[in-house]
């Protein structure tokens, strides 16, 4: 039996899902192939920060907007719960230098509209209360910045698509492709071959790998971040916490000052260590990490240390060499479009997934996305 | 960071029994438990057990628990209580929780002891105060001498139902019934016999579709099932109650064994997914699983198994030559195959043999 | 109820006992018993209340397994009762939803 559809993604993650939810809303008819199940990759092992002030001013930062409005429209219009909720969140800092360079970075982001400030020791507490503050010595505060559920919010935009005609394939890995006249033609899975007119690949961090199958070298590296997640407590963490480093660019001295934890709507707390590039797509975790990382969590919040850890994992993230996504056209096979490395995905991928699926309908372009051509590494 | 020749992570029948084992070997060994007493569900099994007299068969499991206790210290086997191994990591490193306090011990090999934990039904009601598993309403009524209720019904007739109402009797509560699904009694004749003779009805070909009560358990409704198991809720009754127990088997604990990277296999006659194992019991290079976890049996084949894993650890640790290692092991084999002959013995004995047969063929030993 | 006799176990060892408050009430227990013991004995059966839907819950696996039964126990919620032993003058309280972290008050 042949399986073909108008359109075959790769990668049943937020990215992937956000696409094939906009195309099968044009009545596009959709094949989803996942290797193992929706959400399994970095979209579901995240914090579920929506964050703003580490986003780039142009197209990405519009795609924050758009896609604040359409979590909303998901929820109002009773399709999916995606628990985003709008708390402000903090970008932590260690000591002046840091702090000054922050100062500059969210005047930026309050010259474009946005309410940022950097709080400073006491004023800290405002927003994080149990926040030590002699460990971190100013935050940089953005209002518009909060949290939502990475696994409801990807299953549910995957479900939309199935409700309106999309088939979802899990368990079913890419091993080849087949070409004729520089176009792929056919998708060959460890499950059978699949036909598309477009092939959409939103496989994140996993992306070289499978790229490397059509002599394709796009330089995304494999990132590891390690996640803990604490059994549910009553609220005590009000808004996403990241590491300073994100907003100003700098790389920190020392092993464990890259800090991130979100408190999630059902009370549990996701604590994580940042992701760092390695050469291995290596899921474990180790001892050293987990301790390390709890431990480094309880320095920043001594009064709650009495929380149970019930589980930790790493989650593979992709880094792209020029920290820019892979998104668009391959110039090489130019019936393939690219929507992958792009970082951060949660807070952007309803409005990168829907310029996707307009761009592939046809039914718009917008020349900003020129930046993001994967044609770059081809 | 600790270091051992031997971690056992577990200190039930499988844990104990293969710390003995290699500790008599002289195998540097340390066994942990995550509570404040060792013997895992022994305990709780006041009643004497069966089987041939090597395995110690006519002894009450508490008794046992009571002499693996000693023979552990006797073989010079450390055990740390009140301790919970938290992770598995590369390179043999297991974290632990002891006294509060994370810790990481490092191991030349390591056995998972890990048991089982017992199963569940969902009905309306099912979550109410009252409504919980037998061998919680075991423990409660053997070791911590407490009645976790005056009037029980039980659900399920394999060995642990059975043996739990007959000792919820011989505890002073009054055991109301027992429901069994399937048309005939899961567990021995004999153990259905003691409790018919105390006057308990066992509702054969019956099942429970919700419990009663608001803040508490007050009753039970039954029902009678056709031979598919589908109720028939036009002959529905209630029964009066205040507790109900669960007694629907068990499932392997594997959660350690999956960390480290074990391959599984599902085997409902054992009760789940097991990890898959070698002759040995082996899992990996330097990891055994012994017991309940690698296939619900029952604590005599949990001691064997145990022994089975420590004679092995201790071979692969040169603590023993190979030619007394292997007549050891044999004896093992003899005894594990008595325990698993006989109408309930064989099914079980088929789905080890059906591990190791798929642990082979993963290696690629059978084309 | 405690089972004073016992037909194989014979009668019970009285251990050391002492007074604990539950929910603000004292009452009797046995040093080195579980919590969830104590409370069983002294007729209490519902220990929590589900955080989405009131609903109650008591003892289920009794082994430390499901955390069924947990409870806040000195100012720390999320305490399995089944094997968290007793010390003369816990402080207990039945555990509503996601329960209330003492170390968080100043």
New interface residues.
Partial sequence: MHKKANVIIIGAGVVGGAIAYYLTKKGESVIILEQDEAASGASGGNNGQISVIDREPGLELDWVKESMELFKGYEENDEFETDMEITGGIALFYNEKEIEIGRKVIEKYNALGYNCEILIGDEIKKQEP?IDTDVVMGVAYCKEEGKLNPFSTTIGLIDQAIEKGAKFYQKTKVIDFKLEDNKIKEVITDKGSFYGDTIVVATGAWTRELMSKLDLDYKIFYGRGSLMVT????P?IKGPIVPGCFTIGTLYEGDWNLLGLTQHK??TLTIGQDTRSFNDYNK????DG??GL?KHFAKHFP????L??VR?WSAITPHVEDSLPLYGYSKKYPNMFLAAGLKGAFTIAPAAGKMAAEMITGDCYDDRVEEYSPARFE | MINTELLIIGGGPAGLAAGIEAGKLGVKTIIIDENSLPGGQLFKQIHKFFGSKEHKAGTRGNIIGEQLLTEVSDAGVEVYLNTRAWGIFDNNIVGIVRNGKTEKVKAEKIILATGASENALAFPGSTLPGVMTAGAAQTFINVHRVLPGKKILMIGTGNVGLITSYQLLQAGADVVAVVEAAPNVGGYDVHANKIRRAGVPIYLGHTIISAQGNSEVTGAILVPVDDKFKPDKSKSFCIDCDTICFAVGLTPRIELAQMANSPTTYISALGGHVPLHDQKLKISDSIFAAGDIAGVEEASTAMEEGRLAGVAAAMELDKINQVDGIEKVNNIYQRLAKLRSGQFGIKRALAKEEIIKKELELKGGIE | MRIKKHPILGDIIEKNKVEIIVDGRQIEAFEGEPIAAALMSAGIRSFRKTVKTDEPRGLYCGIGQCNDCIMEVNGVPNIRTCVTLVEAGMVIRKQVGLGKNGDLDD
């Fill in positions: 149990y059994n549910p407590v009553e005590c059902n009370g474990g975790v180790s001892y987990t301790v709890a009064k709650l240390t009495n149970d850890v930790i």
